[in-house]
Nanobody, 124 residues
Framework: QVQLVESGGGLVQAGESLRLSCAAS????????IAWFRQAPGKEREFVAT????????YYGDSVKGRFAISRDNVRNTLYLQMNSLKPEDTAVYFC?????????????????WGQGTQVTVSS
């Protein structure tokens, strides 16, 4: 099992940027596929981005493609999400998630390790 703790959320204006971090502990971080999901009030959890174990392949949800960038540091056991050109519709709780696998996936049910989430609020 791996424990995940997100940080970096906050309140920003539309067009601004934020960088989220997800610190991992408890198991070999490099053995895990890591992803970001988000959930807005009254909506289902939405896939944001995922990255393979070595960090050279990334996948994004359509709503964030071209604006967000996922990366990982397997030495610092940390996952990042750089969010640029933020929009009010990006407002949500952002979660990082991990699965011990070689295959990235956008399906939240296939991730069995989750952080507690960090709130991102974008004002117009």
């Amino acid at each position: 099992q791996v424990q995940l703790v997100e940080s970096g959320g906050g309140l920003v204006q539309a067009g601004e940027s934020l960088r989220l971090s997800c610190a991992a502990s408890g198991s070999a971080f490099s053995n895990y596929i890591i992803a970001w999901f988000r959930q807005a009030p009254g909506k289902e959890r939405e896939f944001v981005a995922t990255i393979n174990r070595v960090g050279d392949r990334t996948y994004y949800g359509d709503s964030v493609k071209g604006r967000f960038a996922i990366s990982r540091d397997n030495v610092r056991n940390t996952l990042y999400l750089q969010m640029n050109s933020l929009k009010p519709e990006d407002t949500a709780v952002y979660f990082c998630a991990a699965r011990r696998s070689v295959t990235p996936t956008i399906t939240p049910e296939l991730y069995d390790n989750w952080g507690q989430g960090t709130q991102v609020t974008v004002s117009s």
